[in-house]
């Protein structure tokens, strides 16, 4: 995977079509204890998501090449595995994808949610040479799915260190993988936030609200060679 210097490119809003009907806000006492929540006020920081989902899906890792190695079994291979583990952690990858592409810190938790229907649908295992892959591609979608904007895949491509084209193919291949059940509803979501903020002493810090909203059948992904100039 190749890592590209700063400021990859300027944002680009892509359109998505006719939306569905206005999402319903979620709002609970739980929700708002863990911040979930539109806040000027608040928007500070480093998510506690990020680290709490990289020591998450670390230990993860670390029991699945354990067991791997312990069984001698074979991983099944996907277009996600690379020939070796990438020199950027985990946390770092997603700290970088949070600042270059500005998404909602929810996308995080319904990325983890994507690549866990993913994994279990193809009987592979989350290790340290199809993470990033696995990564980029969920939160990439995630944000097409949860937020009002958001970038192309040839910008996530820079910033995930793929090429757009490969980026593409393994949206296609994560999404016949989920079956296209890209909705995550209130209570998995809710229950996907306890996990993580069992990881850590705080409450999670993602400032905005999960919306319970559904893909339009005429959303398409808009992929351009390169970004658009700023």
Same mark, same amino acid.
């Given at each position: 995977?190749?890592?590209?210097?700063?400021?990859?490119?300027? *944002?680009?809003?892509?359109?998505?079509?006719?939306?569905?009907?206005?999402?319903?806000?979620?709002?609970?006492?739980?929700?708002?204890?863990?911040?979930?929540?539109?806040?000027?006020?608040?928007?500070?920081?480093?998510? *506690?998501?990020?680290?709490?989902?990289?020591?998450?899906?670390?230990?993860?890792?670390?029991?699945?090449?354990?067991?791997?190695?312990?069984?001698?079994?074979?991983?099944?291979?996907?277009?996600?595995?690379?020939?070796?583990?990438?020199?950027?952690?985990?946390?770092?990858?997603?700290?970088?994808?949070? *600042?270059?592409?500005?998404?909602?810190?929810?996308?995080?938790?319904? !990325? #983890?949610?994507?690549? $866990?229907?993913?994994?279990?649908?193809?009987? !592979? #295992?989350?290790?340290?040479?199809?993470?990033?892959?696995?990564?980029?591609?969920?939160?990439?979608?995630?944000?097409?799915?949860?937020?009002? /904007?958001?970038?192309?895949?040839?910008?996530?491509?820079?910033?995930?260190?793929?090429?757009?084209?490969?980026?593409?193919?393994?949206?296609?291949?994560?999404? @016949?993988?989920?079956? @296209?059940?890209? #909705?995550?509803?209130?209570?998995? @979501?809710?229950?996907?936030?306890?996990?993580?903020? *069992?990881?850590?002493?705080?409450?999670?810090?993602?400032?905005?609200?999960?919306? /319970?909203?559904?893909?339009? $059948?005429?959303?398409?992904?808009?992929?351009?060679?390169?970004?658009?100039?700023?």
């Amino acid at each position: 995977m190749h890592y590209l210097p700063q400021n990859p490119c300027c *944002k680009i809003s892509l359109d998505m079509g006719t939306l569905a009907p206005e999402p319903e806000v979620i709002c609970s006492k739980n929700y708002l204890a863990l911040g979930l929540k539109v806040s000027s006020k608040e928007k500070s920081g480093k998510p *506690k998501v990020l680290s709490l989902l990289s020591t998450l899906l670390e230990r993860s890792i670390q029991n699945n090449e354990s067991l791997l190695e312990s069984t001698q079994r074979k991983d099944m291979i996907t277009i996600f595995h690379g020939s070796r583990a990438p020199s950027l952690g985990i946390e770092q990858y997603l700290d970088r994808i949070l *600042k270059y592409s500005c998404c909602s810190p929810s996308c995080f938790v319904i !990325a #983890h949610i994507y690549m $866990e229907r993913f994994i279990e649908s193809t009987n !592979a #295992h989350l290790t340290s040479v199809n993470v990033h892959r696995l990564l980029i591609t969920s939160v990439m979608l995630a944000a097409k799915f949860i937020d009002d /904007a958001f970038y192309n895949n040839a910008y996530y491509a820079r910033v995930g260190g793929v090429t757009t084209k490969e980026l593409n193919k393994l949206e296609m291949k994560f999404l @016949f993988g989920l079956d @296209f059940r890209l #909705h995550v509803s209130v209570q998995t @979501f809710g229950s996907y936030c306890s996990l993580l903020e *069992k990881e850590g002493t705080v409450g999670l810090q993602i400032e905005r609200s999960i919306q /319970a909203c559904r893909i339009s $059948e005429s959303w398409s992904n808009k992929d351009d060679s390169t970004c658009a100039q700023c």
